[in-house]
């Protein structure tokens, strides 16, 4: 499953990220693969056992290196002002970061929200959909995505994902689709873009709206077109964990005016009298149509400095991921999602990579702990089936009961994703020590079977 040709199209090779990274490390890499140390790593001792570890970066470096989010003197300056300002002049961030939203992702229509799941909130009123609409959803997402949908009478049918990418699966909605479904919200899982293309042929095909969850995504493109561009409307994330960090904050993007209007009346009272005059919600000056959900001013303005940042950070990080991917992942039984040459992913959280323990010859658990002991970051995957919980088996809770169905694809990366740390500041010695760890482990993979 080892995709090494398709994803060596990931990190643009002319970002200045990736030239002097590459020059940091290029003579180191040639090195490594000079030496045979599969070889070498299987007379070192485990240090399970007692050997030492491959892993000799200091750890107050190493935790600085895997540091997220990484905030600068920038960030700070940013901060402070606001705090000397005028409170009005606060403000001015919201319709600023819109702007910026808007160019960088080229999306015709933007409004800032204090999280995803607020975004996710306007974005379900601005459909329209009536009571009992279903909407098709991975079921391997954030909570919210979900949960949401019950104060518009929405009902979720959950869709697979992918065992080769983690992302949605557009065979099994077509296999799933229904006459109540009106929408389908793919999510673009650890930064890795589903296939937009398939995805929107399909919908328009059925005539279902596009509703696109790019909480993990931010900067990625397919086909030269940033995600949260592709859907009718989309939503970001700028909670502290995300590509682009506000601490919290979120963003929806819309194609169409009319979806904007409504996500904006919505979610901020504010913004009916700034609509054009022929619009159906200025008439709401007064009482908006929701809850006031807009950004915090601080969030928003860190996540404009963020932006400014973004593509070089995405761009370091995923340079680190490949010089290491390229070697590690030639290990019997490790594979790294596959990610299409037209694809340009970004990293959120951590590097998911699948471990077959068929092929490997020895546990994931084993796996694991061995590398960890070598000094790697890395834990076994596990991140939420929504179809398991309980609230999607109570009546009670919805327009109509859901239907949950066992989704295989779903189970299976939970069972063999392993998420390996990120590297954030360029660290090509650390990137170095890493693939030893790994090549050490499986060297002596006989004996942790
Ligand atoms: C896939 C996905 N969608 C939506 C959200 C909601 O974003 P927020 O936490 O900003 O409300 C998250 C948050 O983690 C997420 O992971």
Redesign the pocket.
Known sequence: MSNKDETMTNTPSNSPSRRSFMKATGALAAGVALTGRSAAGAQETLARKGGSPAVTFPADRHTAVMKWPQYEPEDREIVLKILDMDIGRMYDHLPQLEKEWCEHNGVPFSKAHC??????HSMYFATGFPPGTEIMVPSY??Y??VVVMRFFGYVPVFIDIDPRTACFDVEDAARKLNKNVKAIGP?H?WGLPCEMDRICAFAKEHGLMVLE?A??AHGASMQGKKMGAWGDMA?F???G??PLPGI???MGTYQKREHFEAASVFGEYRDPPTLPADSPYRKYVGTALGPKLRIHPLGAALARRQLTVLDQRNALIAAQVRQLNDRICRLPGLAEPVCRKDQQRVYYSSNVLFFDEGKAGFSRKAMVDALKAEGVKISSGDYPEQHKNVIYTEAQWWHHKPVVQELPGTTKINAVAVNVGLMRVEAPELVDQYINAFEKVWAHRKELA
């Open positions: 999280n995803g799941t607020a975004a996710l997402t954030f919210s995505v999510m899982s969850d909480a993990h939503i994330s700028f909670q964990t995300k919290e904050g979120g």
